[in-house]
Nanobody
Framework: QVQLVESGGGSVQPGGSLRLSCAGS????????MMWYRQVPGQERELVAR????????DYADFAKGRFTISRDNAKDTVYLQMDTLKPDDTAVYYC???????????WGEGTPVTVSS
């Protein structure tokens, strides 16, 4: 059974930083594409960043470039999202997603809320 457990969300002032973590289990972590999505209430979920499987490079949504960094530790079955220079517009629920590299099936975590406010 695939499980994704996010942690690290919370409240921070504009300009601050947060590091999200997502621990996976029940699947071969190293062969999955790991992603972070976010969703603002009333809006669709949007991709934030993606860490490709098999040591391919990451990619980012335009709003995340230069501020967010996705990384993964396959030995720990964990993916991270370092978020710096946070803005009020970054306020959302952040979801960890695992996608099978060959199957394309997506598995979602329950999400962790991030609030950026002064």
């Amino acid at each position: 059974q695939v499980q994704l457990v996010e942690s690290g969300g919370g409240s921070v002032q504009p300009g601050g930083s947060l590091r999200l973590s997502c621990a996976g289990s029940g699947f071969h972590f190293g062969s999955f594409v790991m992603m972070w999505y976010r969703q603002v209430p009333g809006q669709e979920r949007e991709l934030v960043a993606r860490s490709m499987a098999f040591d391919q490079g990451p990619d980012y949504a335009d709003f995340a470039k230069g501020r967010f960094t996705i990384s993964r530790d396959n030995a720990k079955d964990t993916v991270y999202l370092q978020m710096d220079t946070l803005k009020p517009d970054d306020t959302a629920v952040y979801y960890c997603v695992a996608e099978g590299y060959f199957s394309g099936i997506k598995y979602w975590g329950e999400g962790t809320p991030v609030t950026v406010s002064s």
